[in-house]
């Protein structure tokens, strides 16, 4: 339908806003913001831009730590994947960390433990609780975030007043040899052991070992104790790529971490296309119809359609109804007036016997047999001379 102006009634041209105007302009915008986002987040994968990576000296990495435990004469392997894990040496002296161990499958959780079983510990930063199913250790996790927690306990990994920062799951079990940092959930660093003696050191943390939190509170102390306790020390950083087909994904890997700002950018780009197609928001404004339907056309349509139905009956029906409201308004009568009231009030009015009025005007009963044409014809031209007669005979008295 062609837009009218609400004065002249002429075609008028619909003028884009400037605001609208500028929308696709930002939609490129953004799509080119998400495409860079993208490779940024993409690239940021690269294993020596790993978070907890020994290698990566951002915020999120573990060079700083590593660098520390090189100088304190710890020699630090890096695996990051199965095969780098299986293809390093561990012996007697040698210690396992995963510093990821959500990216672990069932599959690779049991690889990484079979592999430090050769050596003296293994050490787990905040796995969950299918890793540790997976490892056949005997713990609950369970999530607890706090911003920090004292020690509480005299071991070799933790002094009685000791802080750790960031503690984020704690875990319960009955089996384990020493606990500390508890909190009000349990203890967030717990030693404990596999089915074959492997003692594995779980720290409900991993925040503590990156390069801006390492510094903070006795992080680094905790650090040291934990990694630097024999000379050799192999770094696994476990890759999503091992996951393979059929095997239970750990919980990083069913989400990866490009998928949130992924999903953040598709949203802004949808709500940006629904500004740019949508339609603005203004004042109303009053339009005349370029046609004028009569009331007669409307009449005249509504019977063909229930001539085309064979529907005699609904326009019997339609027929009474419309003669009833115009006597009811001629006669005086309240609308809502029952079909015996005003066929009283028209008997009385057009000098007719009440029982033919009230047959004319009021509803068959049901299961009545239905009519034809004829009578349908026959029907309409009695209500009408019904009509007329109590307007030709005036009011009852």
């Given at each position: 339908?062609?837009?009218?102006?609400?004065?002249?009634?002429?075609?008028?041209?619909?003028?884009?806003?400037?605001?609208?105007?500028?929308?696709?302009?930002?939609?490129?915008?953004?799509?080119?913001?998400?495409?860079?986002?993208?490779?940024?987040?993409?690239?940021?994968?690269?294993?020596?831009?790993?978070?907890?990576?020994?290698?990566?000296?951002?915020?999120?990495?573990?060079?700083?730590?590593?660098?520390?435990?090189g100088q304190r004469g710890v020699r630090v392997d890096i695996a990051r994947s199965a095969?780098?894990?299986?293809?390093?040496?561990?012996?007697?002296?040698?210690?396992?960390?995963?510093?990821?161990?959500?990216?672990?499958?069932?599959?690779?959780?049991?690889?990484?433990?079979?592999?430090?079983?050769?050596?003296?510990?293994?050490?787990?930063?905040?796995?969950?609780?299918?890793?540790?199913?997976?490892?056949?250790?005997?713990?609950?996790?369970?999530?607890?975030?706090?911003?920090?927690?004292?020690?509480?306990?005299?071991?070799?990994?933790?002094?009685?007043?000791?802080?750790?920062?960031?503690?984020?799951?704690?875990?319960?079990?009955?089996?384990?040899?020493?606990?500390?940092?508890?909190?009000?959930?349990?203890?967030?660093?717990?030693?404990?052991?596999?089915?074959?003696?492997?003692?594995?050191?779980?720290?409900?943390?991993?925040?503590?070992?990156?390069?801006?939190?390492?510094?903070?509170?006795?992080?680094?102390?905790?650090?040291?104790?934990?990694?630097?306790?024999?000379?050799?020390?192999?770094?696994?950083?476990?890759?999503?790529?091992?996951?393979?087909?059929?095997?239970?994904?750990?919980?990083?890997?069913?989400?990866?971490?490009?998928?949130?700002?992924?999903?953040?950018?598709?949203?802004?780009?949808?709500?940006?296309?629904?500004?740019?197609?949508g339609r603005r928001l203004g004042r109303l404004v009053t339009e005349p119809l370029p046609?004028?339907?009569?009331?007669?056309?409307?009449?005249?349509?509504?019977?063909?359609?229930?001539?085309?139905?064979?529907?005699?009956?609904?326009?019997?029906?339609?027929?009474?109804?419309?003669?009833?409201?115009?006597?009811?308004?001629?006669?005086?009568?309240?609308?809502?007036?029952?079909?015996?009231?005003?066929?009283?009030?028209?008997?009385?009015?057009?000098?007719?016997?009440?029982?033919?009025?009230?047959?004319?005007?009021?509803?068959?009963?049901?299961?009545?047999?239905?009519?034809?044409?004829?009578?349908?014809?026959?029907?309409?031209?009695?209500?009408?001379?019904?009509?007329?007669?109590?307007?030709?005979?005036?009011?009852?008295?």
């Amino acid at each position: 339908m062609t837009a009218l102006t609400a004065t002249g009634g002429t075609p008028a041209r619909r003028r884009l806003p400037r605001a609208g105007r500028a929308l696709p302009v930002l939609l490129v915008l953004l799509v080119l913001g998400s495409v860079a986002a993208l490779t940024v987040l993409t690239s940021s994968q690269e294993p020596h831009r790993e978070r907890l990576d020994p290698q990566n000296a951002l915020p999120g990495g573990a060079r700083a730590v590593a660098q520390v435990l090189g100088q304190r004469g710890v020699r630090v392997d890096i695996a990051r994947s199965a095969a780098d894990l299986a293809a390093r040496e561990v012996g007697t002296a040698t210690t396992v960390l995963v510093s990821l161990p959500d990216r672990l499958s069932d599959r690779t959780a049991r690889h990484a433990a079979d592999v430090a079983g050769r050596g003296s510990g293994l050490v787990l930063l905040a796995p969950e609780q299918p890793v540790l199913d997976a490892m056949g250790l005997p713990a609950r996790a369970v999530r607890s975030v706090r911003q920090s927690a004292t020690a509480g306990c005299s071991t070799a990994l933790a002094d009685p007043q000791d802080q750790l920062t960031r503690p984020r799951i704690a875990y319960l079990s009955e089996r384990a040899a020493d606990t500390c940092f508890r909190g009000d959930d349990g203890p967030y660093l717990v030693r404990l052991a596999t089915g074959s003696g492997l003692p594995v050191t779980v720290v409900g943390a991993s925040d503590f070992l990156s390069n801006d939190g390492i510094t903070q509170a006795d992080n680094a102390a905790l650090a040291l104790r934990l990694l630097g306790r024999t000379a050799h020390l192999v770094w696994y950083v476990p890759s999503l790529g091992d996951v393979q087909v059929g095997d239970r994904p750990g919980r990083e890997s069913v989400v990866p971490p490009v998928a949130g700002p992924g999903l953040l950018v598709l949203a802004s780009a949808a709500l940006a296309l629904v500004l740019w197609r949508g339609r603005r928001l203004g004042r109303l404004v009053t339009e005349p119809l370029p046609v004028v339907v009569r009331a007669v056309e409307t009449t005249e349509s509504r019977g063909r359609m229930y001539r085309r139905a064979r529907d005699r009956e609904r326009a019997a029906a339609v027929l009474r109804h419309a003669t009833r409201a115009r006597l009811a308004a001629y006669l005086g009568l309240p609308a809502g007036t029952p079909a015996t009231a005003i066929a009283a009030a028209a008997a009385s009015a057009s000098n007719r016997p009440y029982d033919a009025v009230l047959c004319l005007l009021g509803d068959p009963p049901a299961g009545s047999a239905g009519m034809d044409d004829g009578q349908l014809v026959r029907l309409a031209g009695e209500l009408e001379q019904l009509e007329r007669a109590v307007r030709r005979q005036g009011l009852p008295a």
